[in-house]
Structures are given as C-alpha cells and as structure tokens.
C-alpha cells in the first residue's frame, strides 16, 4: 500500500514538473511571437527587411511604439555634446519629436524624456546612427519620412540652439565633431 502512495506521488510530482516545463515554454513561444511581430511592424514602418538589423533595433530597446524616435537619436547626441541638455536644446527636442507623431505622454514620449534626462549610452547612438544609413540605403521609397538632409539639418539646429554669444561660436568642437560623424554615416549610405 505504501508503495503505490509513493508511486503516485512520484507520478504527481512528474506530472506538476512537465505541466510547469509546458507552460514555460508555451510562454516563451508566446514572446517569441511577440517579437517576430515587433521586428515585423518596425520593418514595415523602416522599410528595413533584414532580420539582422531589424533584431538590432530590437537590442538598442526600440518597439513598434518608439521607432518613431529612430531619426531623432542623432539630434539627442548632438543635444549631450557639451555634457548636458539646455532647456533650449530640450525644447527643439520635444518640438522635432511633436512633428514625428509623438504624443505626450505615450511610450515614445517616455523614452525621450529617459534619453534627455539621462545621457543614453554611446552604443546607442552608434547604433542608431548605423540603422538609419541602412534604412536610408533600402530601396524602400519610404524611409518612415526619414532623410538625411532633415536628420542633419535637425542636428546642426540642436547645435545652434544654445551656443555662442551673439552668435559667435554657436557650434562648438565637439558638436562640430558629432555633426561630421553624422554626415559621413548618413551621406556614406545614401
């Protein structure tokens, strides 16, 4: 009698172990799903096909609801150039990301107030920087409603923005050294 007791909580015990292993893995099969459609919707809305870049993106933190952020990296790094954010470059920040669709308050709006309060690393910069020559690089007629020419001149405004005195030396050393790297990635490419 002990004996089938015992059998029976061994068979208990088996069972509650694979059923916990089955919905371990029906849940990670469930992210996986969510993240093949994440890289899916970014595709769509970069024009980007490759699974690698698209993963990449994926990596530097960005979902279907932040993509929108993508163009407006570089501008972040040229407005930490000098070490921190002015009001004035923050300001022309939030302005630019109104005009890309981003609504007070959503994911996206969240994330920029992150990467303005709290300098992002250079890695995502890089990183980003590298994604959109590629996005610009795709045959796709629609890169988002991103180009070079507006990423630049977004850039050399942020630089502008709060430099100088009485206009002279508005762009520094190092926001001028930013804004060539921005150049030759995004012109490289094109």
């Known amino acids: 009698m002990s004996e089938d007791v015992g059998a029976k909580r061994q068979r208990v015990s088996e069972d509650d172990y694979f059923h916990k292993k089955d919905r371990e893995l029906i849940e990670r099969m469930r992210e996986a799903a969510a993240a093949d459609q ?26 279907p609801a932040t993509i929108a952020l993508l163009p407006l990296v570089p501008v972040v790094q040229m407005a930490w150039a000098e ?17 890309r669709g981003v609504e007070p308050g959503g994911e ?3 994330q920029l ?7 992002p690393d250079q890695d995502v ?8 020559a590629a996005m610009l690089a795709t ?19 942020i630089a502008a923005a709060s430099g100088g005195i009485l206009g002279i030396g508005k762009i520094s050393g190092e926001e001028r050294a930013i804004l060539t790297q921005i150049q030759t990635a995004l012109r490289a490419k094109k």
């Open 83 to 99: 070490g921190g954010v002015t009001p004035a470059e923050r300001a022309m920040v939030i302005e630019l990301a109104r005009k």
């Open 139 to 157: 045959s796709s007629e629609d890169h988002g409603g991103v180009n070079a020419d507006d990423v630049i001149r977004s850039a050399e405004a």
């Open 108 to 110: 996206a709006d969240r």
């Open 113 to 119: 107030s992150d990467w303005l309060s709290l300098r």
């Open 38 to 63: 994440a890289r899916r919707e970014m595709g769509t809305k970069t024009g980007l096909t490759d699974p690698a870049l698209l993963g990449a993106l994926q990596e530097l933190g960005f979902t």
């Open 125 to 132: 910069f890089d990183g980003a920087t590298r994604l959109i």
